[in-house]
């Protein structure tokens, strides 16, 4: 098969951990018998700093030119900081997501049984637990009208929701839980905001033409505890962007560790395939990001966009082959495990393409 693939680095780890993930692509490549060419962009603070821009024209051209886009993160500290800041790396991302129509963001919270001890959550309560959420990305507060008032002294921010826009990424969850255990969580507030009745409305109507799927409706605060209490009786999950940004943080403890999870933000056009985690400047050019998640997000990018299933499942064996042999990350690791065990991101590569 050939494919083009964007690379993305952006800020801070993002420039560490795609390295790692392109390698991997390079020796599935290799492995399978395909040809895969690249090519880089800019985005973020790095990309505010070359054009001014976070977003600059030619990378959105060379985005919408690519087969799939394997991306990094953004952000920088100079902002975080800086609340009045009127060009930020956020801004880069978001219009990334609007103008490629990326309004379904996958989220697989996949528990490698090596990691249990490294959760926060007792072992017990998370052997065998298996979560695939669908988060709204293109709406809600985060693209809703927002002002500031009064001087500066009183702010809102919308929170909106149309109906196509639930029904586009309750359909795409419907089907996900056709093919696995046939329950769909659908996550609002519908006991308090309008947008969330307008969410539970399109979704209790769609329910009738997927007889097969059991459909739950909890509310954001109940899922949040719930999601502690009794992750395994999460299976697919879908919800609004804010809700499902701040619940798939959550559900990142599970897992162990940010640096373990994987996300593909899908629509209309090219797929962005990317870690859940940020720039994590507090780590950045000391070579111990964890490249795990990108290596990951690589996998979701050649099953989901290029449908080599196959190639992606090779990279997942790799990554548990790396874990049972028992080397980590600094994040994943604990008091026990041995020095010589822990490696930095390099390290970590080098023994994954070792396992292709
Ligand atoms: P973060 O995800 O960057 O880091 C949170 C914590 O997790 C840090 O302690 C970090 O060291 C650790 N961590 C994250 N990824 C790791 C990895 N791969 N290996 C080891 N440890 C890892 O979140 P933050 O600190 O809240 O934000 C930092 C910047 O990233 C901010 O500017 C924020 O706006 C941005 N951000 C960007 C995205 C994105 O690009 N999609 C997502 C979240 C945050």
Known sequence: MKKHILIVPGDGIGQEVTTVGKQVLDRIAEKFGHEFTYDEAL????AIEATGDPLPEETLVKMRASDAILFGAVGHPKYDNDPSAKVRPEQGLLRMRKELGLYANLRPIKLFDELLEASSIKP???????????????????????????????A?????????????IARKAFEAARTRSKKLMSVDKANVLESSRLWREVIQKLAPEYPDVEVEHQFIDAAAMLLIKDPRRFDVVVTGNLFGDILTD???????????????????????YEPIHGSAHDITGKGVAN???SVLSAALLLDISFGLKAESEAIIAAVDA????????????NSET?????LGTDAMGAELLKNL
């Open 124 to 154: 017990e309560i998370l052997k065998g637990c298996d979560i695939l959420f669908f988060r709204e990305l293109t709406g809600d507060v985060y693209f809703g009208k927002r002002e500031r008032l009064d001087d500066g002294n009183t």
């Open 338 to 342: 041995p020095a010589d065990k822990i």
């Open 156 to 168: 809102y921010d919308t929170m909106i929701y149309s109906k196509y826009e639930v029904e586009r």
């Open 43 to 46: 985005i973020g603070h790095v």
């Open 250 to 272: 959550e559900a990142s403890q599970i897992a162990g560790s940010m640096g373990m999870l994987a996300s593909a933000s899908v629509g209309d056009s090219t797929g962005v």
């Open 291 to 293: 490249p795990l998640a």
């Open 322 to 333: 790396v874990l049972k042999a028992g080397f980590r990350t600094r994040d994943i690791a």
